[in-house]
């Protein structure tokens, strides 16, 4: 199921580069592989395993369902659906329609908090004498960890 | 009729906001009180306001909860938008 027709793409990434390329370690690759988050991965006639295109786009979802706090247990339900969406489980597709909620809620405030930063990097480039947001956020660090500065 | 509400969002250090307010206090002495209401909005204070509305940058306009201008505007241009919403604003029953 998770083969992807011959042709497309790479089959056979060592565990190095999937480091490289996700920022995973190689502990967390064969730890996902063992909790059957990644399907079994097809090894070398010596053992090593040589991972494909497919297996990578499967970790870049799982990188993206950590960044939003989704638990291995819900990315293991999600994983599911994105194998087979039609065949899903009522369970797994309640799931999904929840985390699509989740995602929106958090784009939302993605929107906001882009809008807020890009207003104050503007304030910065528009300002004639120094930076006053910096300077606001300097004086408020001062408070807390005292000044350096004499 | 209640008047329009025009908010200048401007900044402290902001090099244009001074003129912007120059300006917009100009335009809106043509019309009185009961027809314009305006504000000098410090995006800094009102950060939260500011971003609502849509403000990117200062100095920005904005009437009635619009953002209107995002720079400052030629006179005549100020002048047109806000007597169209003071008209606007005209043909509103009470």
Known sequence: ???LPPGKGRSDYRIGEITRLTGLSADTLRYYEKIRLLPQIGRTAAGTRLYGERDLTHLRFI?????????????????????????????????TQQKLQEVE??????????????????????AS???????????????FFGSREK | MPPIQVELFSAPN???CGKAKILLEAVVSLWPESEIC?????????????????????????????????????EERLRDVLRQHVEQARTIPE
Do not use: Y
């Open chain 2, 14 to 16: 902001c090099r244009r």
């Open chain 1, 63 to 95: 990188l993206r369902a950590k960044a939003m706090n989704f638990s291995l247990d819900e990315i293991a339900r999600l994983l599911e659906m994105r194998g087979d969406p039609q065949h899903a489980r009522d369970e797994v597709r309640e799931l």
């Open chain 1, 105 to 126: 809620r958090h784009l939302v405030d993605l929107e906001t908090l882009h809008r807020e930063l890009t207003l104050l990097v503007n304030l910065c480039r528009g």
């Open chain 1, 1 to 3: 199921m998770d083969d």
């Open chain 1, 129 to 143: 004498d120094g930076c006053p947001i910096i300077d606001d956020l300097k004086k408020g660090t001062d408070l």
């Open chain 2, 38 to 74: 305006w504000r000098v909005v410090d995006v800094v204070e009102e950060l939260d306001h500011a971003v609502q509305i849509g403000v990117l940058a200062t100095p920005a306009i904005a009437v009635d909860g619009q953002l209107v201008f995002t720079a400052i505007p030629a």
